[in-house]
């Protein structure tokens, strides 16, 4: 059995593209997997630790094989808690809305909490940057309010895509699949959120 974790970050619910499109894929990837263990963190109603000066210091303190104070090793828990839970998915969907050609702060704010030495990714002068989460398939399921394909014209303003990549290609993902629901603020925005859903459902049922 394989636990699929859905990392959701828009707010807005069943008026999401985003959620919408990440449902039908999961409809279809419990047909095909009834074994499966499924589940969807909510990353608006989340309790995420605030990455503050604390913390900051007990991440530098395993960083230079320091001792922690008592206060940074319970900020320090707090993460590693949060980087558990992440890597003890075997699979994950990850939607999420374009905000200002990024991505919506919560999801930011989870993603430093994950990006951690000795959590999801080590250094050492020798080999460098090596990421820690391997062998793990993703599929990420944009919505983007305006179209940013190659060749729009607008695609070097995608800092939504981009940086979803280069973050989990960095702590070790090599399997990376991508759906875009897009235009969504466009009168075809039906028939993209459509053509997204059929797409995410042949997906679901194969992944």
């Not at 608006?44 to 094989?65: C, I, M, Q, R, S």
């Amino acid at each position: 059995m394989s636990k699929l974790l859905h990392i959701q970050s828009s707010p807005r619910g069943d008026r999401s593209a985003s959620i919408s499109v990440a449902t039908l894929f999961l409809q279809t990837y419990q047909a095909a997997n009834p074994g499966d263990d499924v589940e969807t963190l909510d990353l608006w109603e989340a309790d995420l630790p605030e990455f503050n000066g604390e913390t900051v210091d007990a991440k530098y303190a395993v960083l230079h094989g320091q001792s922690q104070t008592t206060t940074q090793v319970a900020a320090w828990n707090a993460v590693v808690k949060i980087a558990d839970h992440f890597k003890s998915a075997d699979k994950f969907v990850l939607s999420l809305p374009m905000w200002n050609f990024s991505i919506p702060y919560k999801l930011k704010h989870y993603i430093d909490i994950l990006a951690q030495p000795g959590l999801t990714f080590s250094f050492t002068p020798e080999e460098g940057y090596k990421g820690l989460v391997t062998g793990k398939p993703l599929v990420v399921i944009y919505a983007r309010g305006g179209a940013y394909a190659p060749g729009t014209g607008a695609e070097g303003y995608d800092q939504q895509s981009a940086y979803i990549k280069q973050f989990f290609d960095f702590i070790g993902f090599t399997d990376i699949r991508e759906i875009f629901v897009e235009p969504t603020l466009s009168p075809t925005k039906d028939e993209a959120v459509a053509a997204a859903g059929l797409a995410a459902a042949e997906a679901g049922s194969k992944f």
